[in-house]
């Protein structure tokens, strides 16, 4: 991860924190209600979703099944946050999600 960018092996395994931060950098403590959830699509318009996960324990886990069948090339991702009392947030706006070639597969 560079800048929020992801770059990962296509049928790698990946393991990202994420960290809800307010404006001043003070970290923000989550509910066991309130649910991050990271999505992938091809663009930030295009309709169908590519690849959605919740992210539990400040962990995104990206699984090798998750990317396997995944054609090669750049996609957008984000993560929003929607907590139990209805606030919505996303905490990471549109970044670039890279699926990069392999050669052992």
Same mark, same amino acid.
């Given at each position: 991860? !560079?800048? =929020?960018?992801?770059?990962?092996?296509?049928?790698?395994? #990946?393991?990202?924190? &994420?960290?809800?931060? @307010?404006?001043? $950098?003070?970290?923000?403590?989550?509910?066991?209600?309130?649910?991050?959830?990271?999505?992938?699509?091809?663009?930030?318009? !295009?309709? =169908?979703?590519?690849?959605?996960?919740?992210?539990?324990? #400040?962990?995104?886990? &990206?699984?090798?099944? @998750?990317?396997? $069948?995944?054609?090669?090339?750049?996609?957008?991702?984000?993560?929003?946050?929607?907590?139990?009392?209805?606030?919505?947030?996303?905490?990471?706006?549109?970044?670039?999600?890279?699926?990069?070639?392999?050669?052992?597969?």
């Amino acid at each position: 991860m !560079n800048d =929020n960018n992801i770059s990962l092996i296509r049928g790698d395994s #990946g393991q990202f924190s &994420i960290t809800v931060t @307010d404006m001043n $950098g003070k970290e923000v403590a989550l509910n066991d209600d309130d649910v991050l959830t990271f999505t992938v699509r091809r663009t930030v318009r !295009n309709p =169908n979703i590519v690849l959605q996960k919740i992210i539990t324990g #400040g962990e995104l886990t &990206i699984n090798p099944s @998750d990317t396997e $069948g995944l054609t090669f090339g750049a996609y957008i991702y984000d993560v929003e946050l929607k907590r139990a009392d209805g606030y919505v947030d996303t905490i990471i706006p549109p970044h670039e999600f890279c699926i990069l070639e392999e050669v052992t597969y």
